[in-house]
């Protein structure tokens, strides 16, 4: 290939590329719309930039609010089938055909029925033309264009949970991790820590939250913290933690609780998601077990 060029003002503008093998001419962007060799190496500094950021892998958006709860009219189980159906949409929205469906969640006919009644009823997919669409008030694939401008979002990492999905064996298991996709209103966009100020820039000033709230923001009795603790602690992918409770005072009465960044991340700083990516690979889960004095 070569690039066909012209001369303007003091740069070249580059018309588009020419296969020198069958002479076929390529415009870039199409008609009227030129570029400079300086801004295609711009562009090209972007791209490899872009590329090189942990977090940029196949995701999809989640569309909420930051501080309410996630989608309260639908059950832990739905939550968590529904998050794992807006990994295999494509850019449109449009899901697999209902017989795939029902294969990848592994439910039978009766449960197919009751989950995707549901989930029409409170508009979350779409039925039409025999295909079944997410509703992009919920979930977006690609860009968030058309959406209101100030709408919370953050992206789900599909590899990483349909491998969380695949590897639950029982119902107790994905009302589990239900709980960790009940928190992403709750989680801090840089951090991943649950906290109180989830749009908090600054990881000098995230909020955390006490176990005691952690409980109440999912639902779950005060009086079985520590069983919701060690549950949490059970739950790995690929050999990974995916929630770790790290003590974050001398005496030993709070904690800093992080969801694994490879489920869900809202950020732009790649810095930041390793570095939470490495305390959970490096995490003993051994630590919350031994503190007896956890403030609730």
């Known amino acids: ?34 570029r400079t060799y300086k801004q295609l190496e711009s562009q090209a500094k972007y791209t490899a930039n872009k590329e090189k950021q942990t977090f940029n892998s196949d995701f999809t958006w989640i569309i909420f609010e930051y501080g309410k709860r996630l989608l309260p009219e639908i059950n832990d189980k739905s939550l968590v089938r529904l998050i794992y159906l807006s990994t295999i949409c494509d850019y449109d929205g449009c899901l697999p055909p209902k017989n795939v469906i029902k294969q990848k969640l592994k439910l039978s006919n009766k449960y197919w029925s009751v989950f995707i009644k549901d989930m029409t009823k409170n508009n979350i997919i779409i039925e039409k033309d025999n295909c079944l669409y997410l509703n992009r008030d919920f979930f977006a694939k690609g860009n968030l264009q058309g959406l209101q401008k100030d709408a919370d979002h953050t992206r789900l990492f599909c590899n990483f949970i349909r491998d969380i999905y695949d590897a639950c064996d029982n119902v107790q298991s994905i009302t589990q991790i239900s709980y960790l996709y009940k928190l992403i209103p709750f989680v801090n966009r840089r951090t991943n820590i649950v ?25 779950y009795s005060r009086k079985n913290a520590r069983r919701l603790v060690s549950d949490l602690l059970s739950l790995k992918c690929n050999g990974q933690n995916l929630i770790g409770f790290f003590v974050t005072n001398l005496n030993q009465t709070s904690w800093k609780i992080i969801v694994n960044p490879r489920i869900y991340y809202g950020g ?11 305390l959970l690979t490096d995490y003993n889960p051994q630590e919350a077990f031994d503190v007896n004095n956890t403030k609730l």
Do not use: R
């Open 1 to 34: 290939m070569i690039q066909i060029s012209m001369k303007v003002s003091e740069e070249d503008v580059v018309l588009g590329m020419m296969n020198q093998k069958t002479g076929e001419f390529t415009q870039i962007d199409g008609p009227g719309e030129w």
């Open 195 to 219: 906290c109180y100020n989830p749009k908090e820039q600054d990881p000098e000033k995230v909020y955390p939250i006490t176990l005691g709230e952690f409980c109440d923001m999912i639902g």
């Open 268 to 278: 732009q700083n790649d810095k930041i998601y390793k570095e939470q990516i490495a």
